[in-house]
């Protein structure tokens, strides 16, 4: 198992969600109020926004969160465990929003990022939204990948061929004969 990765202990699924929302209002202060707040004081310059885009930044913003807190429900009870790496989940979690993607979790959290960028239009949460996609990539690719891999082996690979990491599929309709 890889350092600093261990599954959780935890048995009871209403402590799971406790724990999972504690750590989703940790994560969620941080990187998506004080990072962004950090970002826009540091670069305040504001960068020219069609109207539409507060609209498309509010749907972003709540659907990313609806679709952050579906990812917890799934880790808490299908995965058995929170997306904090010393609690992580003891089984794969391959339902829900991770049939569709792999990293929904993450999708969701720069779903808010990019709205909060889109919404407040500064050149500084631009570039934190910039940096956060890129760290949440690099992330996935070297730390979260090859751990899941290693917990998980076959089962992780075979989801993995199954399950495209970013961006959903799309199903082609098959033709009726």
Not at 154 to 173: G, I
Request: charged content about 15%; overall charge positive.
């Amino acid at each position: 198992m890889s350092r600093g990765i261990r599954p959780s202990t935890t048995r009871s699924t209403a402590a799971l969600w406790a724990k999972s929302l504690l750590n989703a209002l940790l994560f969620f202060a941080i990187f998506m109020v004080a990072a962004p707040f950090g970002a826009r004081c540091l670069l305040p310059s504001s960068l020219p926004a069609p109207g539409w885009l507060h609209g498309a930044a509010a749907v972003l913003f709540i659907a990313g969160m609806a679709l952050w807190a579906v990812c917890l429900d799934v880790f808490s009870r299908r995965g058995r465990g929170t997306p904090f790496p010393l609690d992580a989940p003891r089984e794969l979690a391959t339902s829900g929003p991770f049939a569709i993607v792999r990293n929904p979790i993450m999708v969701a959290e720069l779903a808010v990022i990019w709205a909060e960028a889109f919404y407040l239009s500064t050149l500084g949460v631009y570039l934190y939204a910039v940096v956060a996609t890129l760290a949440g990539w690099l992330a996935v690719i070297f730390v979260e990948e090859p751990e899941l891999r290693q917990r998980f082996g076959a089962r992780y690979e075979e989801y993995c061929s199954r399950v495209p990491r970013w961006l959903p599929r799309l199903r082609t309709r098959q033709s009726v004969r």
